[in-house]
């Protein structure tokens, strides 16, 4: 055969060498594109299952703690009543004269019920959590002292609180009800450099 006569089996066998290249081509390539459409999918569901578990323990721990402070603060109402019940022993207490109990043996065995009331309250208190407020001698707080009026000349720094009227309390370390006090008078109305509102 001439040259020109095999020119056409060439030509022949060329496309199908392109074609077979193509087609390994095209079928590889799908299998690759479904391989990281995949792997993507799956990061995408464990990135979505992570942040479900992450929410539910979340969850779990805010309804833990509203279930804890339910059980802590549910008695405050209650508390509140019951320190006013502490507030008329002590009155009563101190109603009660020294030099009374020692003239009358009746009166005597009066108080000594009512301390023995009065003590068996605060260890009930102390059970729940509810703490006595007795600021004397400690600088005002306005998170825990009510002012009720200020006091010249007490030899203190001013702010200090000299008197207190009524006890406050807190339970767990919240504020029950604030104690009610006098302060030393500094210039001013000055109180740790804030005014202090004598109007209460």
Known sequence: MS???NKPAD?????T????ETTANTGAAPGEDRVAKLEAEVANLKDQLLRA????ENTRRRAQRDREDAGKFAV?????ELVTVADNLRRALDAVPAEGREQDEMLKSLAVGVEATERQL??????????KIDPTG????PNFHQVMFEIENTGKSAGTVVQVLQPGYTIHGRLLRE??????????????????????
Not at 11 to 15: D, N, R, Y
Not at 17 to 20: R, W
């Open 53 to 56: 578990m992450a929410e539910t």
């Open 17 to 20: 060498e392109a074609t077979a």
């Open 3 to 5: 040259e020109e006569q």
């Open 179 to 200: 104690a009610m006090v006098g302060v030393a008078k500094g210039g001013a109305n000055d109180v740790g450099g804030q005014h202090v509102d004598t109007t209460a």
């Open 138 to 141: 400690e600088p005002f707080d």
């Open 76 to 80: 405050s109402s209650f508390a509140k």
């Open 122 to 131: 605060f260890a009930a208190f102390d059970r729940a959590g509810i703490k």
């Open 11 to 15: 030509a022949t066998v060329e496309p």
